[in-house]
């Protein structure tokens, strides 16, 4: 399980803005409309844009967090009671749910923290330089 972050670094990993992110990941403002895009290698990817893709990858993350969770309660379920969970039960569950996840607020994630594991290519690239 992952650790708990504290407060501090909470509001840390908070003021990160999303341009530093995609300057980290390789991103450079568009001369064309450096307000709202930027050019990843030959392709152009708008704030907006970044911002939906974004959230799409916090549900995913957020599925498959919540697939792990279910899962570690079923295998505990089978472990107590002897057997496999009815599927009448298993039927009325989905990793899907939620009702508990503000989706209009603010996500900030500490990208720099898992980038050799997020973008594998960025860690050979450090590598490479590193060598040179």
Partial sequence: ????MDKDEIARVRAVPLE???QRLGAERDPKDPVHNWRW???RITVT???ADALSLLANI??????AQMQQVLDHWA???GGSVPPELIGRIAPTRTEGI???GIFRFPVERYIDKI????AAEKTTVGRA
């Fill in 1 to 4: 399980m992952a650790d708990a």
């Fill in 20 to 22: 530093a992110v995609l």
């Fill in 41 to 43: 290698g030959a392709s």
């Fill in 49 to 51: 844009q970044a911002v």
């Fill in 62 to 67: 957020v599925m498959a967090w919540n697939t």
């Fill in 79 to 81: 472990q107590r009671r």
């Fill in 102 to 104: 503000n989706l209009r």
């Fill in 119 to 122: 973008l594998p290519s960025a």
